[in-house]
């Protein structure tokens, strides 16, 4: 998605480790018109999957689960990293390691609102190492629901998570490709 791209040409920040930092429009700071941009986008690429409901987890995926989840005319769901007192207990577990936070949470859905049956696209900001993402598609395996499709903002190819990912079976699509890092500069594939 050339929109994207171009705002992370104009405005991403690489830190050591392949971090790199978009929090001026996608994780901190968020900007509202690229979100819907980006929601209509996995839109069009999914429309045809018939798609039930949006899953992402806290926090960075929510805003682009939200303008998507609009697109579809769908509920959103995210899971949840911590439990809070007034969450059912009656939920779906799964452990992801966060690299950029360098700790492992218990991601959790409530049964409620996962469903067996149900076809599911999956959003989230990042791919990388796919810790997250394989987190989200056990909580849809436990429910007995069917990942219908994957959308990506932000893709490192040149970390293991996608290739992972797709050779489970899970159709992915990843708005930006980032391919390497060279210094400051950031080098992606074509879509």
């Given at each position: 998605?050339?929109a994207?791209?171009?705002?992370?040409?104009?405005?991403?920040?690489?830190?050591?480790?392949?971090?790199?930092?978009?929090?001026?429009?996608?994780?901190?700071?968020?900007?509202?018109?690229?979100?819907?941009?980006?929601?209509?986008d996995?839109?069009?690429?999914?429309?045809?999957?018939?798609?039930?409901?949006?899953?992402?987890?806290?926090?960075?995926?929510i805003?682009?689960?939200?303008t998507?989840?609009?697109?579809?005319?769908?509920?959103?769901?995210?899971?949840?990293?911590?439990?809070?007192?007034?969450?059912?207990?009656?939920?779906?577990?799964?452990?992801?390691?966060?690299y950029?936070?360098?700790?492992?949470?218990?991601?959790?859905?409530?049964?409620?609102?996962?469903?067996?049956?149900?076809?599911?696209?999956i959003?989230?900001?990042?791919?990388?190492?796919?810790?997250?993402?394989?987190?989200?598609?056990?909580?849809?395996?436990?429910?007995?629901?069917?990942?219908?499709?994957?959308?990506?903002?932000?893709?490192?190819?040149?970390?293991?998570?996608?290739?992972?990912?797709?050779?489970?079976?899970y159709?992915?699509?990843s708005?930006?490709?980032?391919?390497?890092?060279?210094?400051?500069?950031?080098?992606?594939?074509?879509?």
């Amino acid at each position: 998605m050339q929109a994207l791209i171009d705002r992370i040409k104009q405005e991403g920040k690489v830190f050591p480790g392949n971090i790199i930092k978009v929090d001026s429009f996608i994780n901190h700071q968020v900007d509202p018109e690229l979100m819907l941009a980006m929601g209509k986008d996995f839109h069009a690429k999914y429309q045809d999957q018939a798609i039930e409901k949006i899953l992402t987890i806290e926090t960075s995926g929510i805003a682009v689960a939200v303008t998507t989840a609009l697109q579809f005319q769908v509920p959103m769901v995210f899971a949840k990293k911590s439990e809070a007192a007034s969450m059912d207990k009656n939920q779906y577990q799964a452990k992801v390691y966060s690299y950029t936070r360098g700790k492992t949470f218990e991601i959790r859905v409530a049964k409620d609102y996962l469903k067996a049956g149900e076809r599911v696209l999956i959003i989230d900001d990042f791919l990388a190492n796919g810790e997250a993402l394989s987190g989200l598609i056990s909580l849809c395996e436990q429910a007995g629901a069917e990942v219908a499709g994957i959308g990506i903002a932000i893709e490192k190819t040149f970390q293991p998570g996608g290739e992972k990912i797709r050779q489970a079976g899970y159709p992915i699509y990843s708005q930006a490709r980032i391919k390497a890092f060279e210094g400051d500069t950031i080098l992606f594939e074509e879509n």
